[in-house]
């Protein structure tokens, strides 16, 4: 995978709530919000993202992420703000 600022994300000591983009809510390390707008992503967005069930915000805009938008995406219930423009979906 490559992106811009992949901070921490390789570390396999530090919790992915302190990953760069990555906001949780709760004392369950629930991902709350995924922000990785404009970070050099590329390839494809993966359909493992409907995991994320307590997601409320993606941002995935301003990359080069291709293929197509999961159908997965519609088991975030939770979601309420989602952004993935500026892609090549």
Known sequence: AEWTNG??????YVSHCDWKGVTCDDDMNHVAKLNLTNNGLSG????SI??????KELDLSDNNIKG???IELGKLSN?????L???AF
């Open 7 to 12: 901070s921490l994300w390789l570390d396999e």
């Open 44 to 47: 494809r967005l993966s359909e």
């Open 50 to 55: 409907g995991k994320l069930t307590f997601m």
């Open 68 to 70: 197509y938008i999961p």
């Open 79 to 83: 979601l309420m703000y989602l952004r």
């Open 85 to 87: 423009s500026y892609n």
